[in-house]
C-alpha cells in the first residue's frame, strides 16, 4: 500500500513538471505550485576537512566521496523554456548516483511573477529539509549543461548561511566524460522528496505547517540586491557592475529568449558573458586566467563588484568565478534584467 501511494504521488510530480506554460504578456516563471585557491580533487579529502574557500569539486573526488556520510549531491538542472529541455525528466534519464533533484524554479519565492526569486529564510528551510538536507551536511551541486543553474543554488545556500556547499567543475557532462556510472531511473523515494520540497515551499506560503526542519538558515542580506539597490549604485557608483549575460544581448543587437522584454543593459553595468570564464568543455578557467579575464573589461578586485544576468542564475557563475578569485562577499542582482527592463520605475533607463 505505501508503495502504491508512492508511486500514485511521483506519478503526479512527473506529469505537474512538464515544460511550463509562460505569462504572454512578459515571463516565463515556470512556477507551478505545488582564497585558497586550491582545487579539490584529492580523494583523501573528506567533507569535514574541505576547505570552504573553494567552491568547486572535481568528478574524480566526487567519485571518490559519493557515499562518505553526510554529503548531499543535488541535481539542480534548469532550462530555458525555448530549449524544450524538462530538467526532472532529464534528472530520471541520468543522474549521478544518489542525487536528488532541486527544483529552481519552485524553491523560489511564489508571490512574485519574476522567475525563480530567491525564497524566504522559511521556504528555503522548509524546501532542503523535505530533500532531507541538514546543516551538518556537504552539498554538492551539478547540473546537466556543466556549468550553469548549479551555480545560483551554490549562491543560495551561501546566501541563507551555509557555507559547506560546493559546485561539481564540469557538471554531468564532465562526469559522464569520465565514464562514472549514473542512475538510470529515480526512485519514488527521491521523487517524493522532490515534490515533497516543492510542496512544503507552497505551505510556508500558504501560512500551512510543513514537516520537521532539519535545516537552519542564517540570512546574508548582503549578498543578494534589490532593483532599488541597484539604482543607488547607479548614482553613487561604489560597485562595479557586471552583466553574465551574452554580449549581443547586452549590446541590444540580439534578443532576449523571454518574450515580451527588449535587450539592452543597465546604464553603468559591463558586460563579462558566463561562458568566458570556463573553457569549452564547461570546467572553469584557472585563476590566473579568470583573473586576467576580469582585468581586461577593467574590472578591479580591489573594489566592490555586483553581479547580474537575465534572472539571477548566470550571475550566480561569475559570482563563483570570483568567488576563486578571493572575492566572498559579490552579491547578486536578484531579479536582473528581467526585473529592470520591465519594471515601470526602470524601464526608460536601459541602453542602448
Known amino acids: ?54 567552491p568547486l569539486v572535481s568528478v574524480d573526488w566526487l567519485h571518490a566521496n559519493l ?37 529552481l524554479d519552485r524553491i523560489s519565492d511564489v508571490t512574485t511573477n519574476l522567475p525563480h526569486m530567491l525564497p524566504s529564510e522559511e521556504a528555503f528551510a522548509a524546501g532542503v529539509s523535505a530533500l532531507g538536507i541538514e546543516n551538518k551536511d556537504g552539498v554538492v551541486v551539478y547540473d546537466g549543461k556543466g556549468l550553469y543553474s548549479a551555480a545560483r543554488v551554490w549562491w543560495m545556500f551561501r546566501v541563507f548561511g551555509h557555507d559547506r556547499v560546493w559546485v561539481l567543475d564540469g557538471g554531468l557532462p564532465r562526469w559522464r566524460a569520465s565514464a562514472f556510472d549514473v542512475e538510470s531511473s529515480a ?31 542564517k540570512f546574508r542580506p548582503h549578498l543578494v540586491w534589490s ?42 553595468s559591463k558586460s563579462i558573458p558566463f561562458t568566458e570564464v570556463m573553457d569549452s568543455s564547461q570546467i572553469f578557467l584557472p585563476v590566473d586566467e ?44 536578484d531579479g536582473s534584467w528581467t526585473e529592470w527592463a520591465t519594471h515601470p520605475d526602470t524601464v526608460d533607463h536601459m541602453l542602448p
Request: proline share 7%; with cysteine.
Open 1 to 54: 500500500m505505501a508503495s502504491a501511494i508512492l508511486s500514485r504521488t511521483a506519478r503526479r510530480f512527473l506529469q505537474s513538471s512538464r515544460p511550463h506554460t509562460p505569462n504572454p504578456q512578459i515571463f516565463t516563471s515556470n512556477f507551478v505550485p505545488c582564497a585558497s585557491l586550491l582545487f579539490w580533487s584529492k580523494a583523501s579529502i573528506s567533507t569535514q576537512a574541505m576547505s570552504t574557500r573553494e
Open 67 to 103: 557515499r562518505k556520510p553526510n554529503m548531499k549531491v543535488l541535481d539542480a538542472s534548469w532550462y530555458m523554456l525555448h530549449e524544450q529541455r524538462n530538467p526532472l525528466w532529464e534528472y530520471q534519464v541520468a543522474h549521478i548516483p544518489g542525487a536528488l533533484f532541486f527544483d
Open 187 to 217: 526512485s519514488n523515494d527521491a521523487i517524493l522528496k522532490a515534490s515533497s520540497a516543492c510542496e512544503a515551499v507552497v505551505k510556508v506560503y500558504n501560512g500551512q505547517p510543513v514537516g520537521p526542519v532539519t535545516f537552519q538558515t
Open 227 to 268: 532593483l532599488e539597490q541597484i539604482k543607488k549604485n547607479m548614482e553613487d557608483k561604489t560597485y562595479q557592475h557586471i552583466d553574465a549575460r551574452p554580449k549581443g544581448r547586452f549590446d541590444g543587437i540580439d534578443p532576449e529568449p523571454r518574450e515580451g522584454i527588449r535587450s539592452g543593459h543597465i546604464p553603468g
Open 290 to 333: 579568470l583573473k586576467k579575464r576580469f582585468d581586461q573589461e577593467g574590472i578591479s578586485l580591489d573594489s566592490p563588484i555586483v553581479a547580474s544576468c537575465a534572472s539571477g542564475v548566470t550571475a550566480g557563475v561569475l559570482a563563483l568565478a570570483l568567488f576563486r578569485l578571493g572575492k566572498a562577499d559579490v552579491p547578486v542582482y
